[in-house]
């Protein structure tokens, strides 16, 4: 029979695994669904648990994009296994940015920003600017439509907008990919190159917030553990479904639905929060 808390646990598997490859906001939205729903668990556990649920997430791109991430494929020829390893450099350059800005602040972060006003205005921040860029850039041919024509330093910058979303609300995945459309990439190479982007970077994440866990002197008893399996399947089952939907969704839509969808999500966060 399930438990009160293992169906919360379900809900928000379900919430991060359909949130976390749009460009909605993951961490937001586990912030404002877990400030309703509860886990009976101490705060070290919850603050950890919403992060290291998100490596169901991540296993969901590792497996989807298997082939193309992997350069020993013996499906692939020699130029094929070159470019494969300079994607994983460019991710890895990518990356940088985050390790330096993201790893020192993230337990000032957890103290000072997860709070849902911030969540809030974070999400109508974003969304006012991917409608914006989304029209500016309406009649505009991406410089960057295949990820093995992605420049460098481009891959670098938009490592640089990643590191933006250690405020929650963000959306890492909607950082990254407005910022890989402002400098010139189409929606799927922007895409598929934050998908990519978060497998170092959420690995590395989950590790610093299981280690501060156990560095606390915390331990894992069995009902978190299996909390904590339970978050990830379900997590991984809904990404695999939020990361084929939204791939066929840009093949012929702009992101400004989901900037509308931030906005309004914002602003009834915020009244609601006003006339509490």
Same mark, same amino acid.
């Given at each position: ?7 919360? #646990? ?8 359909? #949130?976390? /490859?749009? $460009? ?5 939205? =586990? ?11 101490? !705060? ?26 992997? $350069?020993?494929? $013996?499906? !692939? ?10 994607? /994983? ?27 849902? /006003? +911030? ?13 914006? +860029? ?8 991406? !410089? ?6 992605? $420049? ?11 590191? =933006?979303?250690?405020?929650?609300? #963000? ?6 990919? =407005? ?6 990439? %189409? *929606? ?12 170092? #970077? ?34 991984? +089952?809904? %990404? ?10 840009? !093949? ?9 969808? *931030? ?14």
């Amino acid at each position: 029979m399930l438990t009160l808390n293992m169906i919360k #646990t379900i809900i928000l598997g379900i919430v991060e695994g359909f #949130t976390e /490859w749009l $460009p909605i906001s993951s961490t937001g939205h =586990l912030v404002l669904v877990g400030s309703v729903l509860k886990l009976d668990e101490s !705060k070290a556990f919850i603050d950890m648990f919403n992060y290291v649920i998100q490596f169901g997430a991540i296993m969901a791109v590792v497996i989807l994009y298997f082939h193309k991430l992997n $350069p020993f494929s $013996p499906r !692939k020829n020699q130029l094929e296994q070159k470019q494969t390893w300079t994607l /994983w450099f460019k991710v890895i350059v990518a990356v940088i940015p985050s390790v330096i800005i993201g790893f020192p602040l993230n337990d000032w972060m957890d103290e000072h920003l997860m709070k849902n /006003w +911030i969540v809030a205005s974070m999400l109508i921040l974003y969304g006012v600017l991917f409608i914006v +860029i989304e029209n500016r850039n309406k009649h505009t041919t991406p !410089k960057f439509a295949d990820l093995n024509t992605l $420049p460098w330093l481009t891959a670098f910058w938009i490592g640089c907008f990643q590191a =933006l979303s250690i405020i929650p609300g #963000t959306s890492r995945s909607g950082a990254t990919i =407005l910022g890989a459309i402002i400098l010139g990439t %189409s *929606r799927f190479v922007g895409a598929e190159f934050s998908f990519f982007m978060a497998i170092p #970077t959420m690995v590395g994440v989950a590790i610093l917030k299981i280690g501060k866990f156990l560095y606390q002197g915390n331990t894992f008893t069995g009902d978190q553990s299996i909390i904590l399996l339970v978050g990830m399947l379900v997590s991984f +089952i809904v %990404s695999i479904i939020s990361i084929k939907f939204l791939m066929d969704y840009i !093949k012929k839509h702009d992101f400004k639905v989901f900037g509308w969808y *931030r906005i309004i999500l914002g602003l009834l966060v915020l009244g609601a929060m006003l006339f509490a």
